[in-house]
């Protein structure tokens, strides 16, 4: 254990050194000693410096991975518990009646990807299988001008059709929008 007394010598207390002290011994102890003892508390300071940097890097890897797997510990929890939630067991209809009341209020419906259905299909494979299951969410197409001059009105025209195939009793309604100029 290091204490300031370690390093206290006569020549340490006083302010200056004193030119009429002889330069070789000091009350029977040299200055030659004084020296290399300082010396080898030195090489032990440093020694017992270098050991502990070691031990806190191994600290601080340890902190690391600590870290890391409690990150990994808490989505494999969050995960798990959303597989136990209640809404991954509902059944297929009542998701679909869901889904129909997600729709926005809109008579005509936008193929934009942030809203509902095409957001629905985003979710994960259930709500997708559900979502493209559910043809009464497909049967009205908004598609805005920009879409029909970027070619993306195949796409609409396509996709959100062979979402109702097979439903003979839905009829599907489209309107095209061109700015200033109405619906058609």
Known sequence: SFTSNDV????????SPNPNHCAIELKDQSIHAIITDRQQQLEITLHDLSSLETVIDKINHLHR???????????????????VSPLWRLPFEVLSHIFVHCLPEDKYLSPASKLAPVLLTRICRQWREVAVGTPSLWCSLSVPFDLIRQLKLP????????????????????????????TR
């Open 155 to 182: 796409f609409c025209l396509d996709v959100w059709p062979a979402r109702i195939r097979g439903r003979r009793n839905l009829a599907c309604d489209y309107m095209f929008k061109v700015l200033g100029m109405g």
């Open 8 to 15: 206290e010598t006569p020549y340490s207390r006083t302010p």
């Open 65 to 83: 991975q600590l870290t890391k797997q409690k990150g990994k510990i808490i989505s494999s929890i969050t995960l798990h518990k959303r597989l």
